[in-house]
């Protein structure tokens, strides 16, 4: 069974940095695609950053460029997100997601088959 477990949210004050992890579990990290997804209140869910076996990262929140970085680590089976120069309107609770894939990061957030329960960060102005 695939889990997926993300941990490290709370409240920041604006400029502060949190890393996010994500736990996982149910499924080898041969071929596969995690990325990290938020969601404000009373917006829509927004990709942010996705990491895959085949091409590396990928940005999909312009917004976060030069501030968020995604790794992985295989042997913990966990994926972190470092948040930097953290802004209110980052806000959300991100939630982790995957899929067993070859073929990198998905254009869409919603090819994601798997998704876990999101970490609240609160970011104060």
């Known amino acids: 069974e695939v889990q997926l477990q993300a941990s490290g949210g709370g409240l920041v004050q604006a400029g502060g940095s949190l890393r996010l992890s994500c736990a996982a579990s149910?499924?080898?990290?041969?071929?596969?695609?995690i990325g990290w997804v938020r969601q404000a209140p009373g917006k829509e869910r927004e990709g942010v950053l996705c990491i895959s076996s085949s091409d590396g990262s990928r940005y999909y929140a312009d917004s976060v460029k030069g501030r968020f970085t995604i790794s992985s680590d295989i042997a913990k089976n966990t994926v972190y997100l470092q948040m930097n120069s953290l802004k209110p309107e980052d806000t959300a609770v991100y939630s982790c997601?995957?899929?067993?894939?070859?073929?990198?990061?998905?254009?869409?957030?919603?090819?994601?088959?798997?998704w876990g329960q999101g970490t609240l960060v609160t970011v104060s102005s």
């Open positions: 997601a995957y899929v067993l894939t070859g073929w990198g990061c998905p254009s869409r957030i919603y090819e994601y088959e798997y």
């Open positions: 149910g499924f080898s990290f041969d071929d596969y695609a």
